[in-house]
């Protein structure tokens, strides 16, 4: 059983490959799609790569969680904050994470992800 800190940073790690993931994904189609680029699909298809990776360490990232008794209920972005709603051995909690401190981990594992290619 983790505590409530170690919860916090494995939801943080998890949210963070989340959103890397979409991110690249997102970035990916608008590069394929862009005329005025003449590498466009080549971009686009290094971006899915990188993206494919994200989704790797997302679902690892999640399965570390559930490894550790650490259900995830839901997940809901408003407003600027990111709110999950989790439980460990029956117990519902929520966690809050506001987009500019969630901006910068996505970055860190981005950076990560690039080092690594």
Same mark, same amino acid.
């Given at each position: 059983?983790?505590?409530?800190?170690? +919860?916090?940073?494995?939801?943080?790690?998890?949210?963070?490959?989340?959103?890397?993931?979409?991110?690249?994904? $997102?970035?990916?189609?608008?590069? *394929?799609?862009?005329?005025?680029? %003449?590498?466009?699909?080549?971009?686009?298809?290094?971006?899915r790569?990188?993206? *494919?990776t994200?989704?790797?360490?997302?679902?690892?990232?999640?399965?570390?969680?559930?490894?550790?008794?650490?259900?995830?209920?839901?997940?809901?972005?408003?407003?600027?904050?990111?709110? +999950?709603?989790? %439980?460990?051995?029956?117990? @519902?909690?929520?966690?809050?994470?506001?987009?500019?401190?969630? $901006? @910068?981990?996505?970055?860190? %594992?981005?950076?990560?992800?690039?080092?690594?290619?």
């Amino acid at each position: 059983m983790f505590t409530k800190s170690e +919860v916090n940073e494995k939801l943080l790690e998890w949210l963070a490959w989340r959103l890397t993931m979409k991110s690249l994904r $997102q970035d990916a189609g608008v590069m *394929e799609t862009a005329s005025h680029l %003449k590498l466009g699909i080549g971009y686009g298809l290094v971006l899915r790569e990188l993206s *494919e990776t994200a989704t790797t360490r997302e679902q690892a990232a999640y399965t570390a969680m559930q490894t550790g008794g650490i259900t995830v209920l839901g997940v809901k972005e408003d407003r600027g904050e990111t709110f +999950v709603w989790w %439980k460990q051995r029956g117990r @519902p909690d929520m966690y809050r994470i506001a987009d500019q401190l969630l $901006q @910068p981990a996505a970055q860190m %594992k981005l950076g990560e992800l690039i080092e690594k290619q």
